[in-house]
């Protein structure tokens, strides 16, 4: 018993803390985030985008014209991106589109952006057509024009109804990013690879980095339902209470 | 002359037709009328004869497949005229109120007004706490939707039009989503817009209210208007013969 106790303390202290690993895995931890958040932004304003052209192309009652053509090019977009792995969209990103670039930070922002876009977009797009219709035309009846009842009236309302959804995306994108180490990334999925090279030891850093992906989406989970108790606030859960 | 000058609302041989892959329906077929200024019109008919069609139609909810409606002097239809500007002049009120359940009872009234930049986020404060004060609902200015009433919610939605200052208000069966105890409180409130001078169309079921507010009353049958006169006409004496069956199984 002591002696097992002894071989993992040693394991430990050769993972984490020999040659300052510890702080590879901070630095790593902090590209793994970083890609998240900012491709979480880009697939956002990507998915609002396409989720507002292809639901008001449903709503429209005359087809064709420029919205036409824009829906079929998100129709294209969603259909490809979801329909290919996204390993494979990253290694197309890095060595064919983006190929005269070494900036392998935008590369793997833009690749995970978009990819998460597509996912996003079909996301809001079930949001935006839950929101009842009598909601926009009671916007529109105002004279508040399409765009102003979508961004006050029914986004917020959209947002509402998907939020459990987008944290799911969230959390899967935040996973997902763990494969940016096939275009030379050092997220902490590479960290692990690199120390198990060094230490040949693959229980401490692999465990250790499934230790941190899992406090991360946990914390990430409890954000978003401290989020969604919060935009419950239109007085009906008080109402329940009584 | 005298009658064109005062008409604030015509429409002319409105036809509407609804398409999807499995059937088509003529939901209004050759409708024309006049609404004067000051007028309260009651639109009575059978369910489904394209009543709410009718009123939607107005203020371009649904689209006209054909026919004018000129509103101000200005024909709606056209491609080239901006439907958002002429919708403010025109309240509507929804039969399910579609008040919007994620702001408070203020913010549903001030959002239009300040958006549209007629009033400032304060004149829209004060305006919105004037009228809720008319309709016996200043104390629960700060609310959210969920926590009102049917009747307090729609007494809000006539409130929450009324803040554009309309020149003319549309209700579609404003009190057929009511607990019947509700239905006062609604019909008071648009009694006393009537006495004020507002120019009202009015889809209802109420025919009391009809008899005693309309100064007119349409009757419509298939999507048209096949009677029209005043209350004491059409309910005392109704000429044709398919408004006499719906009165006989409506009064009783």
Redesign the interface.
Known sequence: MQEWFSKIAFDFRQSFIDSDRWQALLSGLGTTLLITVLALVIGVVLGVLVAVVRSSYDQKKKKGGVLGLLNKICYVYITVIRGTPMMVQLLIMYFVIMASSTNTMLVATLSFGINSGAYLAEIIRGGIMAVDRGQSEAGRSLGLSYVQTMRFIVIPQAIKTILPALGNELIALLKETSIVNVIGMKDITKWAINVQGRTYQAFMPFLGIAAVYLVIVIILTKLVSIMERRLANDGTAKKRSH | MEQQKNALIEVKDLHVVFRDPSRTVHAITGLSTEIKSGEVVVVIGPSGCGKSTFLRTL?L?E?PTSGKIIFEGNDLTDEKCDV??H??????V?Q?F?????MTIKKNMT??PV??KKKTQEEADEKAMELLKRVGLDDRCD?????LSGGQKQRVAIV??LM?EPDVMLFDEPTSALDPEMVGEVLDVMRELAKAGMTMVVVTHEMGFAKEVADRVLFMSEGSIIEEGSPKEIFDNPQNRRTQEFLSKVLH
Not at chain 2, 87 to 92: L, V
Not at chain 2, 143 to 147: D, E, F, R, S, T
């Open positions: 203020n909810l689209t958002n500007l919708r403010q002049r025109i309240g509507m929804f399910h579609n008040l919007f359940p994620n959002l239009a958006q549209l609310a959210y939707p969920g926590q929450r039009a554009m």
